[in-house]
């Protein structure tokens, strides 16, 4: 096919525009079909904790087993009547008659309750409610019911199970509208910003809205078909980590699309250009991502499991979008998309400038950051490398062991309170008891020695007929026989999502042991223990997996040995400084009481996958320049002419990573932190200075054992330096 620019007719009309609108109506369907989608996904979404544990977690077993014993799926809901001073008799026949309205309500089994606390202060209910119901809707009309009736002057909460997974659940609600909007909206000003163009950001956002609806779809569908676990936390990252880097691969493909215009005045030629000069970084960036977030199925916990087809799936669609349906919208608008500054037309003499330095024809700052690089690169890239080690320093500091579930929704929560109130006036497991499971044969012994561990506040045998989901007190009598097991509810001295709690568990798991070896401790904070220590386990596990596939990857695109080890060090080395700053602006200035146990894993996939996008984007094309004019002039033009459009797609990223803030979760937030700090910090200092610098220093020799590696450009601009009068490496 002809490049010659004043021929359109040698461009056959089916390329020019049949295939152009064939793909943009097909893209057109998609949206159409899973557009809607979006607002079914709770459909197939849940958030219980439980459900994402792995078979082999005690708490699991110890789950299956009260299933059991339970003729419904009920949680429960614990309402707390507090007063300022002591109730009187009056004052608690009052309340007491709550039970009756509260049961009107008909939301599960018989409520149980009024249980008075012992200073006399607060009542507390325990009221089951249907699992097969709409918990949110459920605990709302239960807080309405119980702040009509409840006398003037008592403070009324609904916490325990039932209350905390309503809240959490409304805290999630802005991740279908808002989180997208804001993400969008800041995509956006960047795109006016970066291309001072009215069409072209719209046609990068609508690359990105229609890959989002694809990856809806084929979420929606593998959740449907039971395939994966969708979760809040999963389907947040899933719209922003398709926004972001659905952009990132546009922003590439519009750069050598503008670069390409400046070549020839045929649009339709201007695009194939652009797309095999852009199709292998891109398709590598996406491989490499894709396959880190598999990655992923190795672990343990079902939660990580199931984000990694998620979020691959998104990626999957990215790529997609950016290679066809972007490339058919600029086949279509040709020039016009940049309106009103269009790609001038450059003479043929001044395409390909003469390269001694690589700095000819660049100019600003890129310019500017090129000279650095080539005057002084051993300064550079290890004053780089220190400057990430001191920020590196402060990871000592992360508490990623967990925290309590109270902390994790960060707005205002009736829940959350409730736990307060109930820690004041009763044990502050009430409600969500611990669950041991044992054998009837030692089921007294079993039942003697949890009752005498360190905090635990009471403890019974379930009796026929009791609610085995509760922490009130069980009925007198036998206890209930399944299959030879036995069920005690283990009040916890502690706040069941607390630290102290599930050292109590631990304890009580060590104690077990001794009295009945197939004894199994479950609940909540078995649960909280239980996913924290997997979460821990897949780091050790995951973390070196996904380097060797990227490192891998890497070889194939680079031929090479030497930069791609280098540029997996790099990215590592930025992914520790950014958990480092993270750490300190956690404890310090935001006053988090942890971090969720899953954030560094999640933090490593994220920044190391998408930090070596940065990195594939600058070598592969320092790999084609180098081809032309050597190892070090083809570094200094890489960097020159990647440098706009790369740091461009950083400032997106992190910008549409950094929209998770707006939900106000705490996973959540930190993770924004982490990954928008991180990608700037990789965006700025690692792919602009510290990469470049140390290929520079080394030389010919980052390509070994590729050809490259051995060949100098002719004329030996590797064997000097890029400015006159100074020495490749000098100091």
């Given amino acids: 096919m002809s490049s010659t620019p004043r021929h359109r007719d040698r461009v056959p009309f089916w390329l020019r ?10 893209w057109l369907a998609v949206a159409g079909i899973g557009g809607p989608t979006f607002g079914r996904l709770d459909e197939v979404s849940s958030n219980d904790q439980a459900s994402f544990l792995p078979a082999s977690a005690e708490a699991t077993a110890a789950q299956d087993w009260q299933s059991k014993f339970r003729d419904s799926d009920e949680i429960p809901a614990v309402v707390i009547v507090e007063n300022a001073d002591p109730f009187t008799p009056a004052q608690l026949g009052e309340v007491a008659a709550l039970k009756t309205q509260l049961e009107e309500l008909k939301l599960g089994s018989a409520v149980i309750g009024p249980i008075p606390s012992e200073d006399g202060r607060a009542v507390q209910f325990v009221a089951p409610i249907d699992s097969s119901s709409e918990v949110k809707e459920a605990v709302k009309e239960l807080r309405e019911a119980v702040a009509a009736d409840t006398p003037e002057g008592m403070q009324t909460y609904v916490t325990g199970p039932a209350g905390l997974a309503a809240d959490l659940t409304a805290a999630f609600a802005g991740i279908d509208g808002i989180l997208l909007l804001v993400a969008l909206g800041a995509v956006f000003v960047i795109l006016l910003i970066v291309y001072r163009s009215l069409l072209l950001p719209i046609v990068v956002l609508l690359t990105s809205v229609f890959a989002l609806c694809a990856a809806i779809l084929l979420v929606f569908a593998m959740a449907k078909a039971g395939w994966i676990q969708l979760n809040g936390q999963s389907q947040g990252i899933l719209s922003i980590l398709v926004i972001g880097a659905a952009t990132d691969y546009a922003l590439l493909f519009v750069a050598r699309f503008r670069e390409a215009l400046t070549h020839t005045q045929n649009r339709t030629s201007a695009v194939l250009t652009a797309w095999k000069a852009s199709f292998e970084p891109i398709l590598a960036s996406g491989a490499t991502v894709i396959i880190a977030l598999l990655c992923l199925l190795f672990s343990d916990l079902n939660s990580n499991k199931a984000l990694g087809p998620v979020a691959a799936a998104g990626i999957l669609c990215s790529l997609f979008a950016a290679l066809t349906l972007l490339p058919a919208l600029m086949a279509i608008f040709g020039r016009a998309a940049f309106w009103p500054f269009l790609p001038k037309l450059v003479p043929a003499d001044e395409r390909e400038p003469e390269l001694v330095t690589g700095l000819e024809g660049q100019k600003g700052l890129w310019r500017a950051t090129g000279s650095l690089v080539s005057r002084r690169p051993r300064i550079v890239w290890v004053g780089s490398v220190l400057l990430l080690l001191v920020a590196s320093a402060g990871v000592l500091q992360l508490k990623a062991s967990g925290v309590p579930q109270t902390d994790v929704i960060l707005t205002a929560s009736n829940a959350v309170d409730g736990q307060d109130a109930l820690a004041r006036h009763f044990d502050a497991g009430s409600g969500s008891p611990a669950v041991v499971v ?71 798991r060590d104690e077990l042991k001794t009295v009945d070896s197939g004894a199994l401790v479950g609940g909540v904070t078995a649960t909280a223990l239980d996913t924290n220590t997997t979460a821990q386990r897949d780091l050790v596990i995951i973390i070196p997996v996904v380097l060797v596939v990227i490192l891998f990857i890497l070889m194939l695109l680079l031929r090479s040995v030497v930069a791609p080890v280098l540029l997996v060090l790099s990215v590592v080395l930025s992914y520790a400084a950014a958990m480092g700053v993270s750490a300190l602006v956690f404890n310090n200035i935001l006053v988090f009481s942890g971090a969720d146990a899953t954030v560094p894993l999640f933090g490593f996939v994220f ?29 200094l033009r890489g960097l020159g002419v990647t440098g706009g459009v790369i740091t461009s797609a950083g400032v997106v990223l992190a910008a549409t990573f950094a929209a998770l803030g707006v939900i106000p979760i705490m996973f959540l937030v930190q993770l924004a932190f982490i990954v928008a700090f991180g990608v700037l910090l990789d965006t700025v200092l690692v792919r602009s200075l510290l990469v470049p610098a140390l290929a520079y220093d080394i030389g010919p020799k980052i390509w070994w054992p590729g050809k490259l590696g051995r060949t100098a450009a002719k004329g030996g601009p590797d064997a000097a330096a890029a400015e006159p009068g100074v020495t490749a490496g000098s100091l």
């Fill in 607 to 635: 920044l190391v996958a998408l930090g070596v996008d940065y990195n594939i984007f600058l070598m592969s094309r320092v790999r084609e320049e180098s081809l032309k004019h050597g190892t070090r002039p083809g570094i």
């Fill in 438 to 508: 044992a054998d009837e044969s030692k089921a007294q012994d079993v039942l003697e020695t949890v009752k005498a561990a360190d905090g635990v506040g009471e403890a019974y045998l379930l009796a026929p007929g009791s609610v085995p989901i509760t922490g009130a007190p069980g009925a007198p009598g036998a206890p209930d026989v399944r299959e030879g097991k036995v069920l005690i509810n283990a009040t916890l001295s502690s706040a069941a999502d607390s630290p102290a709690a599930e050292e109590a568990v631990k304890a009580l």
């Fill in 17 to 26: 525009w049949l295939i152009p609108v064939l793909l943009v109506l097909t």
